[in-house]
């Protein structure tokens, strides 16, 4: 049974950092994408960044670009983000997902339906 499992979130004030994590099992990191996505109440849920391994490749969106960092630990069956210099539009509910393969990771990896599992979310807020 594939399972994902977000944590980390919490409250922290503009400026701050704080890192999420994604517990994963049921599948080999080998030939999937994880991603992380985030909901802002009111909007629509968003990619922020995904890890391929096949590809070697990490995909960030231009919101979070410079700020974010995403990773893995193999050996921990955990995908982190690491969030830096966060601003108050960063609050959201984050998500992590993932998906069978990467074929055209590249240009896909923010379609929200190519991913095949979701876990639950952790809450994000940030403070001015």
């Known amino acids: 049974e594939v399972q994902l499992q977000a944590s980390g979130g919490g409250s922290v004030q503009a400026g701050g950092s704080l890192r999420l994590s994604c517990a994963y099992s049921?599948?080999?990191?080998?030939?999937?994408?994880i991603g992380w996505f985030r909901q802002a109440p009111g909007k629509e849920r968003e990619g922020v960044s995904c890890?391929?391994?096949?590809?070697?490749?990490?995909y960030y969106s231009d919101s979070v670009k410079g700020r974010f960092t995403i990773s893995t630990d193999n050996a921990k069956n955990t995908v982190y983000l690491l969030m830096n210099s966060l601003k108050p539009e960063d609050s959201a509910v984050y998500y992590c997902?993932?998906?069978?393969?990467?074929?055209?990771?590249?240009?896909?990896?923010?379609?929200?339906?190519?991913?095949?599992?979701w876990g639950q979310g952790t809450l994000v807020t940030v403070s001015s």
């Open positions: 049921g599948f080999s990191f080998d030939d999937h994408t």
């Open positions: 890890i391929s391994a096949g590809e070697r490749s990490t």
């Open positions: 997902a993932a998906r069978r393969g990467f074929n055209m990771i590249s240009s896909t990896w923010q379609q929200q339906e190519r991913y095949d599992y």
